[in-house]
Each structure stands twice: as C-alpha cells, then as structure tokens.
C-alpha cells in the first residue's frame, strides 16, 4: 500500500525532448505538490494544486506544466528539456485543512538531461 | 520572509552517543517546523512537527525535537544514535495558511553516525 507514488522512477532523456512524470496518492488528501531536489540536495516547491485548483507556482520556467485531473493524481510535463533539468523531482501530498499539515513524500523521480 | 537555516552540513557522532541537528528559522507569525529524513536514493520521511503545545515533540525512531522560541531554534535530537540513523536530515517551516501550504526546507544535515 504505496501512499505516494511516482512513475518513472528512472527517466534519462536528450535535450530537447519532452517528457512527463507521473504522481498518484491513495491517501485521500485534498493538496499535492512537486519539489525539485537538485544536485547538492537543495528540495525547493514547484508547484502546489488544492482539490484540482493550482496554488502555488513558484517562478518555474512554462516548460513545466502540471496537471491534476482529479485530487488523487498529479502530473508533471516538461517541455523542450535543458540540461539544468536534470535533478530529482519528488511529490507529495497533504491535507489542507485541519492541525495535520506534515507532507507525505513519493519516492522520486530521478531525470537526466543529457 | 521565512527561512530556514541548518549550520551544519554534517554532523559525525560515535554510535550509542546522543546527537543533535541544529535548525533556526525565521518567521513572521507562529512557527509551524517539521524535520524530515531522507535516506538514500529514497524520498523524504516525516519525522516530527511542532505546531503549538510543548516545547519538547516527540517523533518516529526515537527522535525529539526542542522548540525554543526566544532562539528561534527547533533542534533535533535522540538520545543513543544508530548506526542506521546515517542519512540526510531537513528541517522545514510551514508558510501559508489553510490550503495555501508550502514548505520552505533548509539545506540538509548529513549525519554519520560510526560503530
């Protein structure tokens, strides 16, 4: 029972490609996220969706275009691939409301640009 | 603006020993801290939080976290360190709030503990 999961979890590519990474919670919370771990292990907020609405966007290239089609998946799509792409990309998940706010992360992604 | 901030970027403590990872933040507001571990090419995993309450939190594998509000500290702790313990350690802060929930993390402890 994987309570945050991620596909791929290897994902090597050429620049210019286009690819996407895959992110599902069986944990019934209402808020899903994705984080950049780059190579020195600095984890920063991409993006945050709320019940499907976008709500954080943290100044990422449109390159990157996520998608939630229902409170249980979120999806990454990165377009025209750079080498600075290349790092690990994590989800996570947690309940919006209520004392409970810890995250619950998938395993990662890990992409490389070559 | 919040902030979080780990001085170390390794902590090396002899298995048995007590350890301590330091984290101070900077917030506007009430603190809302989390420490997260993250084991090799595995993702992170919660530890502990401290939303209000006691200062002193308890958390997963036997580690405790001090919340001192006049430091603006939130240092982690266990009293006999394991060898299994050796992984990279991240304190967060909660900025937002209601749905608004982004954690900003520091940049990462690495703990060694040797047998």
């Not at chain 1, 998608?67 to 409170?71: F, I, Q, W």
């Not at chain 2, 909660?94 to 209601?98: D, I, K, L, N, T």
């Given at each position: 029972d994987t309570a945050v999961s991620q596909t791929p979890k290897y994902l090597v590519t050429q620049m210019g490609n286009d690819k996407s990474i895959k992110c599902e919670q069986n944990l019934g919370h209402d808020t899903m996220y994705w984080y950049k771990q780059d190579s020195k292990k600095f984890l920063k907020i991409m993006f945050s969706y709320n019940n499907k609405e976008l709500i954080i966007n943290e100044t990422v290239p449109n390159r990157f275009s996520p998608?939630?089609?229902?409170?249980a998946h979120l999806n990454l799509h990165i377009n025209s691939l750079e080498l600075g792409d290349s790092a690990v990309y994590f989800c996570a998940s947690s309940q919006a409301a209520g004392t409970s706010y810890e995250q619950y992360f998938g395993p990662g992604t890990r992409l490389t640009v070559t | 603006a919040q902030s979080v901030a780990q001085p170390e970027d390794q902590v090396n403590v002899a298995e048995g020993n007590p350890l301590?990872?330091?984290c101070t933040y900077s917030v506007s507001g009430n603190p809302y801290l989390f420490w997260y571990v993250q084991y090799p090419n595995r993702g992170l995993q919660f530890l502990l939080k401290y939303i209000t309450g006691d200062n002193l939190v308890k958390g997963s594998y036997g580690f405790e976290a001090e919340f001192n509000k006049s430091q603006t500290s939130f240092h982690l702790k266990k009293?006999?360190?394991l060898v299994s313990d050796s992984a990279l350690y991240f304190c967060a802060v909660?900025?937002?709030?209601?749905g608004y929930n982004k954690l900003i993390f520091g940049a990462g402890t690495r703990l060694a503990v040797h047998p």
């Open positions: 998608k939630s089609p229902d409170k | 301590t990872v330091k009293p006999s360190a909660r900025h937002g709030a209601g």
